[in-house]
């Protein structure tokens, strides 16, 4: 009697623990393959939208509207207090500055980015929230830094893994690799100039109007430009600290 009630207990334990395995293997597919699948699709879908909209006649005026308040989101930096946009020095020659454009929306998709190097393809949003940018495989702008092609720093931020992982390889950049910034308006190309392998969440410097960490203060610049920051999650599937890749515009040209 004992012995068959100790193989109903060791039956009934062993049926516990298979189920818990399959609840957590269920659990890992989901969030490493179908947030990944869904938030690139739905990236994907965006360009498209973009890409369209580029093409079709601009509407007879554009009214501006400030951003809301940002939620915080693990791949970010924290931003810093006071909005920047450093004066600095011209932009390329290659191409005449232009007047600022109205600021997107909340969460609006306005821009693509493009890296080669790694093969991405990914929306611009505004904002580094999770659930309106971040997690549907957006790469998120930091409202209170500057636009691309304007002088300062045009900040952005990605996941490194899951939900479409668009900066899961930013660690593979090297100088002088090409980055593009896509809008409405214009075609802006950043040229890799140096990173950082690590630094804490709170290193505001890193997306300062002159990029320069407060961690390691070897790392940065140290005058104003025309500046573009990428930030991610390291080391991979961990919040713990920021990666960042520094360029500076090198390139402009209407579409």
């Known amino acids: 009697m004992r012995r068959r ?12 623990v298979v189920s818990l395995g399959v609840v957590l293997l269920l659990l890992v597919a989901h969030q490493l393959w179908w947030t990944n699948r ?13 890409e369209r909209e580029w093409r079709a006649p601009a509407p007879p005026s554009l009214s501006p509207s400030s951003p809301g308040r940002e939620p915080g989101a693990g791949a970010v930096i924290k931003p810093l207090p006071t909005p920047g946009a450093g004066s600095g020095s011209g932009p390329p020659s290659s191409a005449a500055p232009r007047g600022e454009p109205p ?3 909340w969460d609006q998709a306005y821009a693509v980015l493009r890296i080669p190097r790694i093969g991405l393809t990914a929306p611009v949003a505004e904002g580094t ?5 971040l997690d549907r495989g957006y790469v998120g702008h930091y409202t209170r830094t500057a636009q691309a092609g304007q002088a300062g720093n045009f900040a952005l931020a990605g996941h490194r893994n899951t939900h479409g992982e668009p ?6 950049l090297r100088r002088g690799d090409r980055i593009t910034v896509e ?6 190309t950043y040229t890799v100039d140096k990173s950082l392998a690590r630094t804490t969440p709170s290193d505001s410097g890193v997306i300062a109007p002159v990029p ?3 961690v390691t203060t070897s ?13 991610t999650c390291t080391p991979e599937f961990s919040s713990r600290y920021r990666l960042v890749v520094w360029g500076k515009l090198t390139a402009m040209r209407p579409r």
Not at 129 to 133: A, E
Not at 183 to 188: C, K, L, S
Request: without cysteine.
């Open 5 to 16: 009630l100790l193989v109903r207990a060791l039956w009934g334990f062993a049926e516990v």
């Open 38 to 50: 869904l938030a690139r699709d739905d990236a994907g879908r965006t360009v498209q939208a973009l």
């Open 103 to 105: 600021s997107p929306r």
């Open 129 to 133: 929230g999770k659930g309106g940018v």
């Open 167 to 172: 900066f899961r390889r930013i660690d593979r």
């Open 183 to 188: 809008t409405r308006d214009a075609v802006y």
């Open 212 to 214: 320069r960490s407060g």
């Open 219 to 231: 790392a940065g610049y140290g005058e104003p430009g025309y500046y573009l920051t990428l930030t």
